[in-house]
């Protein structure tokens, strides 16, 4: 990376766990959403397996709200430090619910989502969350000041699409 580049906390640039609300304003309780079980998020790709959907009024209380290309990253061992993550996209109605164990990233218009998906499947990032998991053997969860605080590089958004165009075709 760059060192001209300068680094924000992603609670800076992102939106972490946005509120459900936005769901219940923009959807009737009966409208179908996409639900997404951890199964459904894979190691290292930008695609959810989208096979399922819900009504929003049974998936609202007890699951994960994310909205279309929001990014997901698994919080839980051995999920986190196996690469789950990917960016929402193709939702129901523009809208998912998922896992309790999800970690909800919606950038701002500083951040482009696959940049940041490029980003958090880094070794590094996992390596680090790992270190600062906290709960019982099994549980273990990344945790909520690692994710508020840790720091990314920010090149400009024409910059950021120029590296995932790049990572794409390295990775395709």
Known sequence: MKSIWKSRPLSEVCEIRPKKAEARRSLLPADLV???PMANLNECQKDL???EDRPLETVVKGYTYFAENDV?????TPCFENGKLGIAKGLTNRIGFGSSEFVVFRCSEDIVPEYLFYYLSRDMFRFEGALRMTG???HKRVSKE????YLIPLPTPKEQNDVVSFL???FS
């Open 168 to 170: 794409d075709l390295v």
């Open 146 to 149: 690692f994710i508020n605080e």
């Open 72 to 76: 997901l990253l698994a919080k839980i």
């Open 136 to 138: 019982a053997v099994g």
């Open 34 to 36: 996409s639900f997404v």
């Open 49 to 51: 397996t989208l096979e």
